[in-house]
Each structure stands twice: as structure tokens, then as C-alpha cells.
């Protein structure tokens, strides 16, 4: 059982650059979930998913896309990098948005130069 | 808006020591709480959680910790630390943000130091 699986663990980009950042569940979570780490600022929640087809914002949604086409996958994509988007990224998964806890990807760490 | 405050940066503590991190969060509703740690190099991994009952919760690893619904403190507690639990702590909220949804929202977390 794989969990949270999310790809690629390093990346560094240019300014100015886009790629997309991958995440993948097999537990059949609706709901999934993107945060980026900051030091000294906890985890914040860039956007969500309630389901397929379903995506809302979080509190630091700007400049990240995101789209949930089917249960499992869940990609994030940064539309054009910068540098002040250096950071840890978590995907995260649960059954529901209420009682179920998070299960984490291990996490990617993107550095935009 | 809702926030989650945790009260201490890092705590370095000796092996043995007790530890008591302190987590209060600004919500006058039904909460669902949790603790996360992340140990070095790691993702978060799920503690413990409180959803009702008995206030007095107690995870993995010896760790426990008491909500107390007056002062809006979900206190986290291990009575004797090891060089093991080194690691960062994260308290968090799952709020009802409307129409049955729920969002969580994280403190910024508390790192422990433990010296052999």
C-alpha cells in the first residue's frame, strides 16, 4: 500500500519557469490536499479537493493551479515561479474533511533561483 | 478569523524531562483536534486526536494531552521525553467552515530538542 506518493522529491526552477508538482493517493480519499512548509510559519494550505472535479482555494492559493480529474490524483501547478515560492510542498489525503487525519505524501522541495 | 497558536518556538529539553507544549486555538465552536510531529527529513504523522468524549487523549508513544474546552487548549504532554521524540510538533484544527465542510488549520509548531 503506497499511501501518498508525490514526485519529484528535489526540483529547482528558474524564475519564470511552470511545472506541475505530482500527487497520487490509492487509499480512494475524496478528499486531497495541498501545503506548502515555510520555516517559522507552519503548514498553510494552498488548495483542496472535496471530490473529483471538485477544487476550492485555501489560504495562500496565488499563483498555483490545480485540477482533480479522478479520485487518486491530485497535481499542483505552478504557473510561473517565483522565488518567494521556494518552499517545502506536502500533498495530503483523508477519507473526509471531519474526523479522518491527514495522510502525507513525503513531501517535494522546490528551490526557484 | 480562526487561528491555532502554539506557544513556544523550541524547547530543548534533557532526556527524562517532561514535556508539556502548549496549543490554544480562537474558535467558539465544535472543534475536532489533533497533533502532528514531523521528525527530521519527515512528513507529519498523526499523534493523537479528539473528537468528543474524554477530554484526556492519549497517542502514540507514550504521548497524551487534554482538551480543555474553557481555555481552548489542547495541551500536548509526555512525561518523560527521549532522544527519539527530537522532532517538530504541530497542533491543529478542523473547523467547520461551512455547508458540512471542514478545513484545517495548523499552528506553526513547536520544535523539540532532546539532549542525550
Known amino acids: 500500500n503506497a499511501g501518498v506518493t508525490q514526485t519529484p522529491k528535489f526540483q529547482v526552477l528558474k524564475t519564470g519557469q511552470s511545472m506541475t508538482l505530482q500527487c497520487a493517493q490509492d487509499m480512494n480519499h475524496e478528499y486531497m490536499s495541498w501545503y506548502r512548509q515555510d520555516p517559522g510559519m507552519g503548514l498553510r494550505l494552498i488548495h483542496y479537493s472535496v471530490g473529483a472535479g471538485i477544487t476550492d482555494q485555501g489560504e495562500v492559493p496565488n499563483g498555483y493551479n490545480v485540477s482533480r480529474s479522478t479520485t487518486e490524483d491530485f497535481p499542483l501547478r505552478l504557473l510561473s515561479a517565483a522565488p518567494s515560492q521556494t518552499s517545502v510542498y506536502f500533498c495530503a489525503s483523508s477519507y473526509d474533511t471531519r474526523h479522518s487525519p491527514l495522510h502525507f505524501g513525503n513531501g517535494t522541495r522546490l528551490t526557484v533561483t | 478569523a480562526q487561528s491555532v497558536s502554539q506557544h513556544n518556538h523550541h524547547v530543548i529539553l534533557s532526556e527524562a524531562a517532561s514535556l508539556e507544549l502548549g496549543c490554544n486555538y480562537s474558535?467558539?465552536?465544535?472543534?475536532?483536534l489533533f497533533w502532528y510531529v514531523q521528525y527530521p527529513g519527515q512528513h507529519l504523522q498523526l499523534l493523537l486526536k479528539?473528537?468528543?468524549?474524554?477530554?484526556l487523549v492519549k497517542g502514540i508513544k507514550g504521548f497524551e494531552a487534554e482538551f480543555i474546552k474553557s481555555k481552548f487548549s489542547f495541551n500536548l504532554r509526555k512525561p518523560s521525553v527521549q532522544w527519539s521524540d527530537t522532532a517538530e510538533y504541530f497542533c491543529a484544527v478542523n473547523l467547520n467552515s461551512g455547508a458540512g465542510s471542514y478545513q484545517l488549520t495548523f499552528g506553526k509548531g513547536t520544535k523539540l530538542s532532546v539532549i542525550p
Open positions: 479528539y473528537f468528543s468524549g474524554d477530554p
Open positions: 474558535y467558539g465552536g465544535t472543534v475536532n
